[in-house]
């Protein structure tokens, strides 16, 4: 089964840092794109950030950049961010999603998405 | 960035309705444009891709057209699992944004 499981996520103070990882099986992990989304409570879906298959190639939402790090490990089938300096608005739902490419050179949907991992920044 | 608008909000409907969303982006996307389905607690899913294409497993009631700037998914005959809140992904360019969401509830 294809199957995407985030973990790490938790209550942090202000300030703080956090690492979530997503573990794929299933699938060839190496040969995807991979992404975070996130989900504040009762709020629309904001993109995060991408890393592409081999790892080389990053990008990160504004809101995120200089404080967050995505990384991969693909002979672990695992992604990861790290959340450093974490802030009140950084509040939400965090999920992976795999990206598929209907189009070669394209980017495409995110077809695979993890159940997601709660991230709470309160002091 | 590129900006995506949805309308309606929300809308409520009855089973069997015809279902409209729309979907406006800020500048070209040409076809690079998804839509999703997400219900409470869950994570979003799938259902239209590069426009048009529908997702493997997903209802033929759902289709989507357009290209551009605007977009519409349209859901024929509303189903009672069909009750959820639906956005529009653009995958034309970083950063991907996602439009505010529809949230199609029981009249």
């Known amino acids: 089964e294809v199957q995407l499981v985030e973990s790490g996520g938790g209550l942090v103070q202000p300030g703080g840092s956090l690492r979530l990882s997503c573990a794929a099986s299933?699938?060839?992990?190496?040969?995807?794109?991979m992404n975070w989304v996130r989900q504040a409570p009762g709020k629309g879906l904001e993109w995060v950030s991408y890393?592409?298959?081999?790892?080389?190639?990053?990008y990160y939402a504004d809101s995120v950049k200089g404080r967050f790090t995505i990384s991969r490990d693909n002979p672990k089938n695992s992604l990861y961010l790290q959340m450093n300096g974490l802030r009140a608005e950084d509040t939400a739902v965090y999920y992976c999603?795999?990206?598929?490419?209907?189009?070669?050179?394209?980017?495409?949907?995110?077809?695979?998405w993890g159940q997601g991992t709660m991230v709470t920044v309160s002091s | 960035d590129i900006q995506m608008t949805q309308s309606p909000s929300s809308l409520s409907a009855s089973v069997g309705d015809r279902v409209t969303i729309t979907c406006r982006a800020s500048?070209?996307?040409?076809?690079?444009l998804n839509w999703y389905q997400q219900k409470p607690g869950k994570a979003p899913k799938v259902l239209i891709y590069?426009?048009?294409t529908l997702q493997s497993g997903v209802p033929s009631r759902f289709s989507g057209s357009g290209s551009g700037t605007d977009f519409t998914l349209t859901i024929t005959s509303l189903q009672p699992e069909d009750f959820a809140t639906y956005y529009c992904?653009?995958?034309?360019?970083?950063?991907?944004?996602f439009g505010q969401g529809t949230k199609v509830e029981i009249k």
């Open positions: 999603a795999r990206e598929t490419s209907p189009v070669v050179g394209a980017w495409g949907p995110f077809d695979i």
């Open positions: 299933g699938f060839t992990f190496s040969s995807y794109e």
């Open positions: 890393i592409s298959s081999s790892g080389t190639t990053i």
């Open positions: 500048q070209s996307i040409i076809r690079y």
């Open positions: 590069s426009a048009s």
């Open positions: 992904q653009q995958s034309y360019s970083t950063p991907r944004t």
